[in-house]
């Protein structure tokens, strides 16, 4: 069965830092692409970032290009979202999302991903 489950969020003030993780099992999720989207009350769930399945080479939506990174550990089955420099338009649900495809590159869209987990609460204070 596979499970895909984030930790991590929290309360921060603007320009603090968190760092989201993500542990998925049930699968070799080392040859799978993976990704971050949020959602935030209101909106829709929009992509924050993502990484190839190698982790050789990463995607970032515009609002977050330079404050988050990602970064994948294949040898543990995790999944790391490093944000700095927070605002409050940065708070959301954050989900991990593993992609439909083995040894691919990294995508952007949500319908391509397969496996998501319940999210982990971010929320910025002003």
């Known amino acids: 069965q596979v499970q895909v489950v984030e930790s991590g969020g929290g309360l921060v003030q603007a320009g603090g830092s968190l760092r989201l993780s993500c542990a998925a099992s049930?699968?070799?999720?080392?040859?799978?692409?993976m990704g971050w989207f949020r959602q935030a009350p209101g909106k829709e769930r929009e992509f924050v970032a993502a990484?190839?399945?190698?982790?050789?080479?990463?995607s970032y939506a515009d609002s977050v290009k330079g404050r988050f990174t990602i970064s994948k550990d294949n040898a543990k089955n995790m999944v790391y979202l490093q944000m700095n420099s927070l605002n409050a338009e940065d708070t959301a649900v954050y989900y991990c999302?593993?992609?439909?495809?083995?040894?691919?590159?990294?995508?952007?869209?949500?319908?391509?991903?397969?496996?998501w987990g319940q999210g982990t609460q971010v929320t910025v204070s002003s």
């Open positions: 999302a593993v992609d439909g495809n083995s040894f691919g590159v990294e995508r952007t869209q949500a319908i391509e991903y397969e496996y």
């Open positions: 990484i190839s399945w190698s982790g050789g080479s990463t």
């Open positions: 049930g699968r070799t999720f080392s040859h799978y692409p």
